[in-house]
């Protein structure tokens, strides 16, 4: 049995996440205590304790997903004994694929994903934005309605193409807000503002490019073990410098998480899909774009020995 991994983005953390991990694995618990040393905040005990709207944060949500996943693949990971076939992550997600796959140690990968959440809030206080989530089939293509709104009322993109009943836009305030308006005219059966601090994924980020390419200079780099399917263009990614380049781009460019989800139905028909870490939303999205790939979802305790049973049945 071959395995595909995802892991979660920013809006599955949730108060509690990982602690029955940190209580019943030494390894998970290493994984928790390596991100708080790496990032110099208890973040573990964030995670575990809350208050929730401070774990919502972006620069404590990213790390602190980042080490739930982390922690997950701690224990499961060697396991897979050369079975997992790919992996892709959305958004904050990607950097926890690339850290699973060998393309960053958890240290780097948390002082880089703290940055990275640290330099999109900085920039969302400088430049507000908004985001929201656009559900159902509309009768016209939201990129046209989006760029409608951008020349009515104020910049806004598509940031997320989560599934073919959910996008996610994102920019100027009075943009979103005009684009919301257009997608109900057009069928939109909701129309959700966002709880986020910035219009991310899309070009009012562009300031912080420069800031997260110099926190990726100063960590080390492989190539990842097993190809990782990249949020900005769907393709395979074999190589750090790809993987660097993309990650930098991911700041300013939309999730294309349908197109990944197909590219690794199609290449990995036979798979299990494995969504590790908080929450369910990638499963979910998975059932919706690709129907007929198995999943499983492992975030907990019980997850962990479900899964690890079903792996050694099937090796």
């Known amino acids: 049995m071959q395995y595909v991994f995802l892991l979660p983005g920013q ?17 998970a618990r290493d994984a928790f205590h390596a991100v708080d040393d790496a990032v110099g905040a208890a973040l573990s005990t964030l995670a575990f304790e809350g208050p929730a709207d401070e774990l919502t944060r972006t620069l404590n949500a990213q790390p602190a997903l ?16 050369g ?21 960053l140690d958890l240290a780097a990968a948390a002082r ?29 293509s939201i990129d046209g309605l989006c760029a409608q709104a951008s ?45 986020v601090s910035g219009a991310f994924h899309s070009p009012l980020m562009a300031p912080a490019v420069a800031g997260l ?12 073990v097993v ?16 993987a660097r380049d993309l990650l930098l781009q991911q700041l300013t460019a939309p999730v294309q998480w349908t ?20 929450g369910a939303v990638l499963t979910g999205l998975a059932r919706r774009i690709a129907p007929a790939v198995r999943t499983m979802t492992v975030s907990t305790v019980a997850d962990i020995e479900k899964f690890l049973e079903s792996a050694s049945q099937n090796s």
Not at 11 to 27: C, H, I, N, R, T
Not at 262 to 278: C, K, M, W, Y
């Open 213 to 224: 390419a110099e926190a990726f200079s100063a960590e080390t780099w492989r190539d990842p």
């Open 259 to 278: 197109r990944v989800m197909r590219t690794l139905a199609e290449r990995h028909p036979d798979a299990t899909f494995v969504e590790i870490g908080s």
């Open 66 to 81: 980042l080490a739930h996943s982390a922690a997950v693949w701690a224990v499961i990971g060697s396991a897979m004994d």
């Open 112 to 140: 880089i994903v703290r940055r990275r959440g640290t330099l999109m809030y900085e920039q969302g206080v400088q430049r507000p934005g908004a985001m929201a989530a656009i559900l159902g089939v509309l009768t016209a």
């Open 83 to 103: 079975r997992m076939a790919a992996a892709a992550g959305h958004s904050l997600g990607e950097f926890s694929a690339y850290h699973v796959t060998g393309t």
């Open 227 to 242: 190809p990782v399917v990249a949020n900005v263009n769907a393709e395979p990614i074999a190589s750090a410098e790809q």
């Open 11 to 27: 809006g599955s953390q949730k108060v509690g996440m990982g602690k029955d991990l940190y209580e019943a694995f030494p390894a």
């Open 151 to 195: 020349r009515e009322r104020g910049l806004v993109v598509p940031a997320n193409y989560n599934s073919e009943e959910q996008v996610v836009i994102s920019g100027e305030v009075a943009g979103v807000e005009r684009a919301m308006e257009l997608a109900k005219e057009a069928g939109a059966k909701r129309c959700l503002p966002l709880p």
